[in-house]
């Protein structure tokens, strides 16, 4: 009878120590998957269980969040999704942190005009009656960047009728990439890993706000190596990954 108590126990154990082995789970912002999968595989070749990834809008994360979705870790493309969950009490106090920066491009498939000047009209010439691939102008931070560059140079009223909405910045990438938009608005590391297009011009950087990726442990968090991971990806080491995959240091 001993025995099978014991049996018993551990079956109910098991099931508990077995999450504990899995590593922390991150929520990330789409433009971030080779850079984080890179620092996630670095991470784990160093002794640790390797972070879960799981990348999507900034916007839609945020909101699963507030939602009462579990993760031990938010990385944003913009403050303002930070903010959001932070005003709520979702963020762990003393670990926000900028991770890193990034720039905002026009992408197109190769052979097409080059955008000299994203001023004024220009713009809308270049793209004649062709469409202009964005990440959601209202919530998707990639699209809000956007349309405040293209406001403040005087071309949004423009292009807006030509602009295509996408769930997030790479979704919108892809739409250049299929030759379904032959234009695009992406961060300039989304150019770096994409196939088959181009870098046709890009925003000054006072044309909107800077471009910052905060990171931060979250409450709801269970994970013990969470905060490890996260000085990891703060650390000169893992500054280096998110380089090599063309973020600016933050």
């Not at 595989?41 to 939602?67: N, V």
């Not at 926000?96 to 010439?125: D, E, F, I, Y």
């Not at 997030?168 to 234009?183: D, F, I, K, M, S």
């Not at 950087?205 to 996260?230: C, D, K, M, N, Q």
């Amino acid at each position: 009878m001993r025995f099978l108590l014991s049996i018993l126990a551990l079956l109910t154990l098991a099931p508990a120590a077995l999450a504990q082995e899995k590593g922390p789970l991150v929520l990330a912002a789409a433009s971030l998957q080779e850079a984080m999968t890179d620092a996630a595989d670095a991470w784990g070749r160093g002794g640790h269980e390797r972070p879960r990834l799981s990348f999507a809008a900034s916007s839609a994360l945020a909101r699963q969040i507030a939602a009462g979705g579990r993760a031990d870790l938010f990385v944003s493309a913009d403050a303002d999704w930070m903010d959001d969950i932070q005003k709520r009490g979702l963020v762990v106090a003393g670990t926000r942190a900028v991770l890193a920066r990034n720039q905002l491009v026009v992408v197109s498939r190769p052979g097409l005009p080059r955008v000299a000047s994203t001023k004024g009209a220009a713009l809308g010439r270049i793209l004649g009656g062709g469409a202009l691939a964005m990440a959601d102008p209202d919530s998707v931070p990639a699209g809000k960047y956007g349309r405040e560059a293209l406001t403040r140079l005087g071309a949004w009223q423009a292009v807006a009728p030509r602009v295509v909405r996408a769930e997030n910045v790479r979704a919108a990438l892809a739409l250049v990439e299929r030759g379904a938009a032959p234009y695009g608005i992406v961060y300039a590391t989304d150019a770096r890993a994409a196939q088959g297009v181009r870098i046709a011009g890009a925003f000054p950087p006072r044309s909107h706000a800077p471009i910052v990726y905060p990171i931060a442990r979250l409450t709801a968090g269970t994970s013990p190596e969470a905060e490890g991971f996260r000085r990891f990806l703060l650390s000169r080491a893992g500054q280096a990954i998110l380089a090599r995959r063309g973020f600016a240091a933050r």
